[in-house]
């Protein structure tokens, strides 16, 4: 049947590919080397940024950031946005404040109600993406609104002050501050429960995409929905279920700022649904969907937590933070087009 | 080569015998727009099938409704004596429809393994299939695509990478390996050069010798006359001719396919078929051990 001359004319035949391309060709490089840069600038500007008590610090706001990160960036690989993200994690921690203060004085009830709130919600952007195909960036641009209207309206309405009540003297809220605002000190090095989380997260983030059937169907859905559909993948319960899995990170997050704080500020998380979008594209997702990583994400969130804290160990004005944010993500940018590039055309 | 014999087993025996699926007076409208009307189609396991007409004469609505990726308004769709109504490519794919579509046959930046298994993925048994077993996908790939005479090493190639024609060959390749019994090819040599299509029309016969029904769609009736055993022509969504192979030559297909008007220039290039400038030449010299196309009429 085969005739190999025509094969091999027709380039079937291929060589063994260079391992060193096949490198060159991974989402999370750029992030990997920028990450390396960025640290090498603050040990070399600032003193303090190489103390080991910085590095917990350092770690902490990689954490906020990386929790959202990780389902974020899994979300954008399926090839959709979630604008509704950052104020997401406030109706997480409001939800949770307001419902153990109002109807019980047990905190996990207003835990779980909560977790049950931002799944809701995760589950209602999927619906409305999949029933009216309208761009996701119009669907959850309306949560978004629709939420920062909320947090604001009902939590004047219940509560009287744009802030919710203490709930510190509650049933429960020293085992829930234990599970999500903790801290240990090991030799100097404090580290906050939320980097567990995000450490926890970004591990079955990432096997699940390239180690599961789920994670074959986020990269197709994001990289030809309707290829993906032809060959039977379900592709909008795929997408309900990351908008699910950002819910979830809105969830955890949501709980640390209630239970290392006490109260909650409704007026909070504006913007940062962003932050979490630089962090994926900054870790190598790619704007059109189809390809990225999720350690990626995690680089993209480490590379934020050095930048911000770093600016200011290094006496920097700190107005110049977003200067550097905008600058990163223009170049990440960039960078994600051309390994794209790379990819498609492969190792030859 | 089998080819032959195949042919020829299928034209003496009876016509229920090893009948796959057949359309009866099927039609469908998007809107106002009729797309197709009347249409009829049968296919048999080991056969053929090529459906050709103009761009826009309904072939590939033709294909989605027999793939389920759109449902017919009109006339009866029968498959293996039942008769069926698809409400998703799924259940087509469940009852052994592949098809390797015109405009969304891949996902051109996944890895060539991972959109050879996309939608059939295979897991780890002690893991409970929750993991993937990537490198026994990876080398079932190999495999599957060696049995066709592909040899492709590095699996983990996006499949953008490849060529036009190799796509084709791998999701060819992936219908055969996952036990289809009905193909699907939406004009699978449209955009490709003489040698492409060559290999990819070689892998059709291939396909058909695994005992493979098959429906190829083109708008070239040379390509069409190398490797059918029965031609449908549709013409702005009605059905325009029914041949099997006995019954019509090249020049009649492609006279039928063209109409009147282009007809004097067609014949024109259909009367010099050893100079380079008619199609059908350089390919047939590609395809040595295809059908004896030029011995017909
Ligand atoms: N989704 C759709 N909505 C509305 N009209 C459609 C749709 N798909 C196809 N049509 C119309 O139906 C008719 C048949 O289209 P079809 O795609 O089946 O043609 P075709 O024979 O495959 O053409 P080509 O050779 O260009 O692929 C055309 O008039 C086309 O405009
Ligand atoms: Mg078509």
Redesign the pocket.
């Known amino acids: 049947m085969s005739s190999p001359d025509l094969l091999a004319q027709d380039g079937l035949v291929q060589d063994r590919p260079a391992a060193l391309r096949r490198i060159l060709a991974r989402p999370e490089l750029g992030s990997l080397i920028a990450a390396v840069a960025v640290f090498l600038v603050f040990a070399v500007v600032a003193e303090p940024f190489l103390r080991v008590s910085s590095l917990g610090t350092v770690l902490y706001a990689a954490s906020t950031i990386g929790i959202m990160a990780v389902p974020v960036s899994l979300l954008m690989i399926g090839g959709e946005f979630d604008l509704s993200a950052g104020v997401l994690v406030t109706t997480a921690a409001l939800t949770s404040s307001m419902v153990s203060y109002q109807f019980t004085a047990v905190t996990w009830v207003g835990v779980l109600v909560s977790l049950a709130t931002t799944l809701a919600i995760g589950w209602f952007n999927g619906w409305m993406l999949g029933r009216t195909k309208l761009p996701s960036f119009i669907v959850t641009l309306g949560t978004f609104l629709m939420l920062t209207g909320a947090n604001l309206g009902l939590t004047k309405a219940i509560s009287g002050t744009v802030s919710t009540k203490s709930i510190a003297d509650m049933e429960g809220f020293e085992t829930c501050r234990r599970l999500f605002a903790s801290e240990v000190t090991v030799g100097g090095l404090t580290i906050k429960a939320t980097v567990w989380w995000w450490l926890g997260l970004l591990v079955i983030g990432s096997w699940v995409l390239m180690r599961t059937r789920f994670g074959n169907w986020i990269f197709a859905v994001g990289g030809d929905a309707a290829a993906a559909r032809a060959v039977g993948v379900p592709v909008a319960r795929t997408k309900t279920l990351l908008y699910l899995g950002v819910g979830f990170g809105a969830w955890v997050l949501g709980q640390h700022l209630l239970f290392s704080f006490d109260t909650v500020q409704s007026g909070e998380g504006v913007g940062n649904e962003l932050i979490y979008i630089v962090a994926a594209v900054i870790g190598g997702c790619l704007i059109t969907g189809g390809y990225g990583s999720v350690v990626g994400s995690a680089l993209g969130a480490l590379i934020f937590g050095m930048a911000s804290k770093g600016i200011i160990y290094a006496q920097w004005n700190p107005d110049w933070f977003k200067f550097f944010l905008g600058a990163m993500l223009l170049l990440a940018a960039l960078l994600n087009a051309y390994v794209k590039r790379r990819a498609e055309r492969g190792p030859r | 080569m089998s080819g032959e014999t195949k042919i020829d087993e299928a034209k003496t025996d009876g016509p229920m015998n090893g009948e796959l699926l057949s359309l009866e007076g099927v039609g469908k409208s998007?809107?106002t727009?009729r797309?197709?009307q009347d249409v009829s189609l049968t296919l048999r396991a080991g056969e053929i099938s090529c459906v050709l007409?103009?761009?826009?004469?309904?072939?590939?609505?033709?294909i989605?409704i027999i793939s389920g990726l759109h449902r017919h308004d009109e006339g009866t769709y029968t498959l293996e004596g039942e008769e069926v109504r698809f409400d998703s490519p799924r259940q087509a794919l469940d009852r052994g429809i592949a098809t390797v579509y015109?405009d969304l046959a891949v996902v051109p930046l996944m890895p060539v393994w991972r959109n050879f298994f996309l939608g059939a993925e295979q897991g780890l048994r002690r893991w409970g299939g929750l993991r993937l077993d990537a490198d026994g996908m990876r080398a079932t790939t190999r495999e599957a695509l060696a049995k066709l005479g592909i040899d492709l090493h590095d699996v983990d190639r996006p499949i953008g990478t490849l060529s036009g024609g190799q796509r084709q060959c791998v999701a060819i390749a992936r219908a055969v390996h996952f036990g289809a019994k009905v193909l699907i090819l939406?004009?699978p040599t449209?955009a490709l050069g003489v040698k492409q299509s060559g290999v990819v029309l070689k892998y059709v016969t291939a396909a058909r010798d695994a005992g493979l029904g098959v429906v190829l769609?083109t708008?070239n009736p040379h390509h069409a006359y190398l490797v059918g055993d029965h031609f449908t022509l549709?013409k702005r969504?009605r059905m325009a001719g029914s041949h099997p192979r006995a019954e019509i030559g090249l020049e009649q297909l492609t006279t039928e396919m063209a109409g009147g008007s282009d007809l004097a220039e067609l014949s024109h290039e259909l009367a010099r078929p050893g100079l380079p400038d008619s199609p059908s030449d350089p390919l047939s010299d590609s395809l040595p051990d295809s059908r004896e196309e030029r011995s017909q009429p």
């Not at chain 2, 007409?53 to 033709?62: C, H, I, P, Q, R």
């Open positions: 998007y809107g727009v797309a197709l007409g103009d761009n826009g004469a309904g072939k590939s609505t033709l989605k015109q939406d004009e449209a769609i708008h549709l969504g």
